[in-house]
């Protein structure tokens, strides 16, 4: 009881980091309980969770005040700081009281003004909390008496000498700077930044560092939230897949290993580390079917294409809705010239897909185009373009019923959808043109180019290949217009280079 009464009451003499703690839970424990004997309501969740305080509550949290502040003065002086630190941190708890009470009552509406004023005040009091609760008191006694740990190091008030002069500045303390400086950082660029907003800050701290823009990472994750509810049945699968992945602790370490390995493109450490997380997921396991799908993966690259397929087969049986199981493998087959089999798993992942995916569509006609069959291939690519615009359509409505986003996130996420929807039109519109063309349809494939070409106006493969049909057509000054504006965006093209030579030849 003497222990605590000397704690809580004196300002004198030096408390350690333990004593400290054990002071801070018993002060957090007695408020609570006092406040929630005044009003049990302050507990409860509240429409309004700022309300202001009654007088007997700030009554109460300045009788609270009064044993903080001691344990405070205490470790200061255990870590041999000058007094005035602690008279500064009465002068910072009194501000606080008053910008609690004139501030507006919700701080995320805080503008400069306010948080020119309470982010100093945090600072300091955040460089105390580190202080006091983190970092180990001075050696031996000091100007304050002795060691909390080793009473018997004398100290001012025994007589002994005491350490005099700052306490050495520690690995601890480097560490207190820096936390609280990299906050002042933030908050020196709110305040000085034009019209400072903390996106703003933040867009401008997240470059520096990393290269790509907080207005970059927030598109990403807007556009991720989209298609999350593209295809929810499909997250919902993803996530809870994932969450029993996670239970495996040793066996998803060494998944995560694995795909960062392939990624990396070493892909025979990426095998090593994928088996061993199949066989402890264990080879039926149906969570596996992601590792099978990187060690896939892995295989295709080393070449190994028989174990390959054999993954992706595997990766398939255990979730049979795996689309890009089917995408990838028929990827593989495509490359194999195993035509028939790619043309089927690209069958089998537009028939299990959720959600509008032009890609398959696009290469079911590029295998379809090596098969001699132009107009089945002509078929898929319509149905790519139809797809493209009814996933945009889909992601136009989803957005329109998202919550929380600015008209400028709006503007940029549709921009980001139609620049996806508008790159599968203009590559099937250029796979449709060049059926065309071969089958000597010319007026339908220039169409289907002007398409390209006005979706892309700088892509020189759609002019390269719109030239060609006037070339076939005898239209050679719209051919040589077409080629050299091609030339103009790829240079280094030989074929161009002898196109533009030959139409110039016949029109000389």
Not at 129 to 144: A, E, S, W
Not at 275 to 298: C, E, Q
Not at 374 to 395: G, M, T
Not at 435 to 442: A, G, V
Request: hydrophobic share 40%; aromatic share 12%; net charge positive.
């Amino acid at each position: 009881m003497n222990w605590l009464l000397n704690l809580f009451t004196t300002f004198d003499g030096r408390i350690s980091r333990r004593d400290w703690w054990i002071g801070i839970l018993i002060i957090s424990a007695v408020s609570m309980t006092g406040q929630w004997i005044m009003d049990p309501s302050s507990f409860e969740l509240r429409e309004d969770p700022a309300a202001r305080p009654s007088p007997v509550q700030i009554l109460w949290s300045i009788i609270a005040f009064i044993p903080s502040l001691v344990i405070t003065f205490k470790r200061l002086n255990d870590r041999d700081q000058p007094r005035l630190l602690g008279y500064l941190f009465v002068v910072v708890y009194v501000a606080c009281a008053i910008l609690f009470q004139i501030s507006p009552e919700d701080w995320s509406h805080f503008g400069t003004r306010e948080w020119a004023f309470a982010f100093p005040l945090l600072l300091f009091s955040s460089w105390i909390f580190i202080d006091n609760g983190f970092l180990k008191g001075t050696k031996g006694p000091n100007r304050y008496g002795p060691n909390p740990l080793d009473p018997g190091s004398g100290g001012g008030a025994s007589g002994a000498a005491p350490t005099l002069g700052r306490t050495r500045y520690t690995g601890g303390a480097f560490a207190r700077d820096a936390i609280i400086g990299f906050f002042a950082l933030i908050f020196s660029a709110y305040l000085f930044a034009p019209q400072g907003s903390f996106v703003r800050t933040f867009d401008w701290l997240v470059s520096l560092y990393t290269g790509v823009g907080y207005a970059d990472l927030r598109a990403m994750e807007i556009e991720s939230d989209h298609l999350k509810q593209l295809d929810p049945e499909g997250e919902r699968i993803r996530t809870e897949r994932d969450e029993k992945m996670r239970t495996y602790v040793q066996a998803w370490k060494e998944y995560d290993a694995g795909w960062k390995a392939s990624l990396d493109k070493n892909y025979v450490a990426a095998i090593d580390d994928l088996t061993l997380a199949i066989d402890r997921y264990g080879a039926h396991n149906k969570v596996a079917a992601p590792v099978f799908m990187w060690r896939a993966r892995s295989f295709r690259k080393l070449g190994q294409y028989d174990k390959a397929i054999a993954d992706y087969s595997t990766a398939i049986a255990l979730q049979p809705e795996l689309t890009d199981g089917y995408s990838a493998r028929g990827d593989l087959y495509a490359e194999l010239e195993r035509y028939r089999k790619a043309l089927a798993d690209y069958d089998a992942a537009i028939r299990v897909s959720r959600a509008p995916v032009a890609r398959f569509d696009i290469k079911r006609g590029n295998v379809l185009r090596k098969l001699d069959e132009p107009e089945q291939a002509l078929a898929s690519y319509e149905k790519a373009i139809e797809r493209a615009r009814e996933k945009y359509d889909r992601l136009a409505v989803i957005d329109a019923a998202m919550p929380d986003l600015t008209p400028a996130e709006r503007e940029t996420f549709l921009k980001w959808a139609a620049k996806k929807r508008d790159g599968s039109i203009r590559w099937a519109e250029i796979q449709r043109g060049i059926i065309l063309r071969n089958l000597k349809r010319y007026e339908e494939a220039l169409t289907a180019f002007n398409e390209a070409i006005r979706l892309q106006p700088d892509g020189a493969f759609g002019y390269k290949q719109r030239g060609w049909v006037y070339e076939k057509q005898g239209r050679l000054k719209q051919a040589l217009a077409d080629y050299e504006r091609a030339s103009e965006l790829n240079p280094a093209s030989d074929w161009l280079t002898k196109a533009l030579q030959r139409v110039k030849s016949k029109l000389q």
